[in-house]
């Protein structure tokens, strides 16, 4: 492969990329004014189910356009996020801009967004402004702690914080929880607070667009990464409530789940993998796989609440059985032999060689214009009738600017010239490189656009 | 107890054949939105009920996982029930199932044959492998489905073993995905009139929310390592600690660095070789960065960082709070993230909401409580399948219908 193809953007898109819907979403249409990561994986969700999907980005383009890996300059974290949608990027510091993302609001059913709280009002895209000339729009939301202006279905004396995924984590609880109770807590492997906020604000937009075809009404979903983590907090919440203040509050536990046992990582004779016991029935079955059939009826180990009490001895026993067998011995006995939840720890570069994602079509190839072809995370729920797809590739910095105000806005050639002749949109097809953040910038500047 | 719906999705019904975290948090969802969700039970009921910590027998984990759903409990093992429970079928919107594979077929609720007696049934599972693929004839949970889709792997220090999430966390988003495609399919219904089979596995989420994770395999072939949750590039980011307890913060450039340096009384490091870009304190994240914050933390208390951290320097910052303090937490409580319940036997309980979205129209909210084993039976029978008080009477005289109205808490 050649460091570069030395070849322009447009000289490489020859044939347009317009992508032929497929999906229960078909017909739908979503302006996507998302960053990073939490609504960029929403509007994917919503583009693998079939809806039309227009991502517009501000001049210096999504800032995820520079996180790794990077391959002729297109970045493996964007197209993960925003395969499959169309790019539309315009100067939104320009009055002409944002005249142009209302005309595209008033005919789309969904708006997405999640610039800090005040942003999208500041640019005169608020809920309110949108609202008026579209009553019927879903216009979802995503920011630290929920939005808080006049509208705002649930303002909180944390709303104005800024927050980033990490501290999500950290004010739901989910780090206190991770990590060894003698050590200090630490953050999770990922950024699990936006793409879990992403996936329940899919829900809530499915959800509000049911109604709406039942009703004609539209509305705001406001979510915040705080909420959905303190939502996905198991037993936790309920269980501190039951105790006394005295009782010290649950904490993290290590290589096992604090309230099942044994449930957690397991260390073989030549590598750790993972065993879930967390019912009797699978309790007796493990005792069976182990040879020590007795000890499912043993009054000390019957029931999780008795296991619990001897954590250190049941765990023990696992742990001296597992010591003298390998892993792939381990697994085989329990998992296939004993229908006992157990199995590997996969690194990434394990799972996308595992034949079990391949055959449920999770890693599907997807073709990028300078980058070329390599496989990307499928799409999730199977629907047997009217199944999503992923329905294309991430679009390159304003690849779709004339598609797009041509198809919707019936824009001629030369007005989209004279768009493009006063930095209204912008693209980076001329360069021979996909992107780089200072070469857009400068660009900007060199343009006398304003750096937003 | 008597439920009351609210939501956009109040007057579809929804049959849940689930125990356990992800199918009945995909019940918790869709009955918080306002759909009415009627929960089928075995004669031992959810095993979940079993799960500690319990007051006056009612178990905190079947509660965090069921409020808001009407209880029904049958003895599975009867022809008669299995023959309920279809019929309650045919008079549903949406059925989900969570059972390990093979369970459901053996019961004889698998799609085939719930779509013969209810051709628009929008069906659910939600598994661990999912019900296609070589390993979908295996059971597994939320354990196994982290480690396989590469969360254990990558969570923990590069010196120290893979660790578990420390809460069941792809229970909680493949729950989301599953309500999630149903409503993709049930919007399909309205519009086409066909119901058809949706299937999620809590794996596939896995690698889906993967963020850049999966395409650095695949684009760079690059193994993806521990780096005790802290951000691979920029810094500091990531969880430190104070006297009392751990904070977190997202410093994400330079700029932001140099008022850190100050507010930690420490300016030279701004400019400082090894420290000064982001490069440098990612690579000296372990040897310098963390030990570094760490000590200056020693002595001071974790709101008082948190609170010189955010005012003077502007850097996104929060503490590590416990889930005592989320439970007392006035944001949430005003939010109505967190809220307080009334159980018909354990009493005023807090409960998060499972459905995190706030709407403007209507405002989503929690039903009510979660059901004793059997509680809504005679309810559910009468005014779904239109049973008589003798039928209902009969079914129990028989041990089909089963309910425990006193549960004892195990010793």
Redesign the interface.
């Known amino acids: 492969m050649p460091e570069t193809t030395q070849k322009t953007s447009r000289e490489i898109l020859k044939k347009k990329r317009i992508f032929p819907p497929q999906?229960?979403?078909a017909g739908f249409r979503v302006l996507d004014f998302s960053q990073v990561?939490a609504s960029p994986?929403l509007g994917t969700?919503l583009s693998d189910?079939g809806a039309e999907v227009i991502k517009v980005e501000a001049s210096y383009g999504d800032s995820s356009r520079g996180?790794?890996?990077l391959?002729e300059g297109e970045?493996?974290?964007y197209?993960?996020q925003n395969r499959g949608k169309y790019g539309l990027c315009m100067d939104l510091t320009n009055s002409k801009a944002i005249e142009i993302c209302k005309e595209l609001a008033k005919i789309s059913d969904i708006l997405i967004e999640n610039w800090r709280p005040g942003i999208m009002n500041k640019r005169g895209l608020g809920y309110d402004a949108i609202r008026e000339i579209n009553p019927g729009i879903i216009y979802a939301s995503v920011s630290?702690?929920?939005n808080f202006d006049r509208?705002?279905?649930?303002?909180?004396?944390?709303?104005p914080?800024?927050?980033?995924?990490?501290?999500a984590?950290?004010?739901?609880?989910?780090?206190?929880?991770?990590?060894?109770p003698d050590l200090?807590?630490?953050?999770?492997?990922?950024?699990?607070s936006d793409?879990?906020?992403g996936?329940?604000?899919?829900?809530?937009i499915?959800?509000?667009?049911?109604?709406r075809?039942k009703t004609g009404?539209g509305?705001?979903?406001?979510?915040?990464l705080?909420?959905?983590m303190?939502?996905?907090?198991?037993?936790?919440?309920?269980?501190?409530?039951?105790?006394a203040?005295d009782v010290p509050?649950?904490?993290?536990?290590?290589?096992?789940?604090?309230?099942?046992s044994p449930?957690?990582?397991f260390?073989a004779k030549d590598d750790?993998?993972?065993?879930?016991v967390?019912?009797?029935?699978?309790f007796t079955r493990l005792c069976e796989a182990m040879g020590r059939p007795e000890l499912a009826r043993d009054p000390k180990f019957d029931?999780?609440?008795h296991r619990?009490q001897n954590r250190s001895k049941i765990e023990g026993i696992v742990e001296k059985w597992c010591g003298e067998r390998t892993v792939e011995q381990c697994v085989r006995i329990l998992?296939?032999e004993h229908?006992?939840?157990?199995?590997?720890?996969?690194?990434?570069?394990?799972?996308?060689k595992?034949?079990?994602?391949h055959?449920?079509k999770?890693?599907v190839p997807i073709e990028q214009p300078r980058?070329g072809t390599?496989?990307?995370?499928?799409v999730?729920?199977?629907?047997?009738?009217?199944p999503?797809m992923v329905q294309g590739a991430a679009p390159l910095m304003g690849e779709h600017n004339r598609h797009i105000l041509k198809k919707y806005l019936g824009y001629s050639d030369k007005a989209i010239d004279k768009l493009y002749d006063d930095l209204v949109t912008v693209d980076n097809l001329d360069l021979e490189y996909a992107y780089n953040v200072d070469v857009a910038r400068a660009k900007t500047k060199e343009r006398g656009g304003k750096q937003q | 107890m008597k439920l009351r719906a609210q939501?956009?999705?109040v007057g579809i019904r929804v049959l849940e054949v689930c125990?356990?975290?992800a199918g009945p948090y995909c019940g918790a969802?869709l009955s918080d939105?306002g759909a009415d969700v009627i929960k089928v039970e075995s004669r031992e009921g959810d095993?979940t009920r079993?799960?500690?910590?319990?007051?006056n027998g009612e178990?905190?984990?079947f509660?965090?996982?069921n409020r808001g759903k009407k209880g029904i409990a049958l003895d599975l093992g009867e022809k008669k029930a299995k023959e309920i429970i279809k019929e309650l079928a045919a008079k549903c919107d949406i059925f989900i199932e969570n059972l390990?594979p093979g369970e459901i077929e053996s019961l004889g609720l698998d799609?085939k044959s719930l779509k013969e007696v209810n051709p628009s049934i929008v069906y659910g599972s939600v598994s661990?492998?999912?019900r296609?693929?070589?390993?979908s004839k295996?059971?597994?949970?939320?354990?196994?489905a982290?480690?396989?889709?590469?969360?254990?792997?990558?969570?923990?220090?590069p010196d120290g073993?893979?660790?578990?999430?420390?809460?069941?966390?792809s229970e909680?988003?493949g729950g989301?995905?599953?309500?999630?495609?149903l409503?993709?399919?049930?919007?399909?219904r309205?519009f086409?009139g066909?119901?058809?089979?949706?299937?999620?596995?809590v794996?596939?989420?896995n690698?889906?929310?993967?963020?850049?994770?999966?395409?650095?395999?695949?684009?760079?072939?690059?193994?993806?390592q521990?780096t005790?949750?802290?951000?691979f590039v920029v810094g500091p980011?990531?969880?430190?600690?104070a006297s009392d307890g751990?904070?977190?913060?997202?410093c994400?450039n330079n700029e932001m660095w140099g008022r850190i340096a100050r507010a930690i009384e420490r300016p030279e490091l701004q400019e400082a070789e090894g420290w000064a870009t982001n490069l440098d304190r990612g690579q000296n994240r372990t040897t310098h960065m963390i030990p570094l914050l760490?000590e200056w933390g020693k002595d001071k208390k974790r709101d008082d960082i948190v609170r010189l951290i955010?005012e003077e320097t502007l850097v996104?910052?929060?503490?590590?709070?416990?889930?005592?303090?989320?439970?007392k937490n006035?944001?949430?409580r005003?939010?109505?993230?967190?809220i307080?319940i009334e159980q018909p036997k354990?009493g005023?309980?807090?409960?998060?909401?499972?459905?995190?979205?706030?709407?403007?129209?209507p405002?989503?909210a929690i039903q009510g409580p979660a059901p004793l084993l059997g509680e809504h039976n005679d309810e559910i029978l009468s005014t779904v399948i239109g049973l008589s008080g003798e039928e209902i009477a009969e079914l129990y005289k028989k041990g089909i219908l089963v309910q425990d109205l006193a549960p004892k808490q195990?010793?």
């Open positions: 999906g229960p979403l990561l994986y969700m189910m996180y790794g890996p391959k970045a493996g974290y197209i993960t630290g702690f929920g509208y705002a279905p649930a303002p909180g004396p944390y709303s914080r800024v927050a980033y995924d990490v501290i984590q950290a004010e739901s609880g989910h780090q206190w929880m991770n990590g060894f200090a807590p630490h953050g999770l492997d990922m950024s699990w793409l879990n906020t996936t329940h604000e899919a829900v809530a499915l959800a509000a667009l049911i109604q075809v009404r509305q705001w979903i406001d979510i915040a705080t909420d959905t303190v939502a996905s907090n198991e037993n936790l919440i309920c269980m501190v409530s039951m105790a203040d509050a649950p904490c993290r536990n290590g290589l096992r789940r604090l309230s099942i449930y957690g990582v260390k750790y993998f993972v065993i879930g967390d019912n009797d029935k699978r029931t999780n609440h619990l998992r296939d229908a006992v939840p157990a199995g590997p720890i996969l690194t990434n570069t394990e799972y996308v595992h034949p079990h994602y055959a449920r999770m890693l980058t390599f496989e990307i995370n499928g999730v729920s199977k629907l047997s009738r009217s999503g | 939501g956009p999705l125990e356990g975290q969802i939105l095993y079993k799960l500690g910590p319990f007051t178990s905190a984990y509660i965090s996982y390990d799609y661990c492998y999912g296609t693929g070589p390993l295996y059971a597994g949970n939320d354990i196994v982290e480690a396989m889709g590469g969360h254990t792997s990558s969570n923990g220090w073993p893979p660790e578990p999430l420390g809460i069941a966390l909680h988003c989301a995905e599953l309500a999630w495609g409503l993709c399919a049930y919007l399909h309205m086409n066909h119901g058809q089979y949706v299937d999620v596995s794996s596939d989420k690698i889906s929310v993967t963020e850049n994770v999966l395409a650095l395999a695949t684009m760079a072939n690059v193994t993806r521990r005790g949750g802290h951000h980011y990531g969880v430190f600690q751990a904070y977190a913060m997202g994400g760490n955010s996104p910052c929060g503490p590590c709070v416990t889930h005592k303090e989320i439970q006035i944001h949430y005003l939010r109505e993230t967190v307080d354990a005023k309980v807090s409960v998060a909401s499972a459905f995190a979205g706030k709407m403007t129209d405002r989503p195990p010793i």
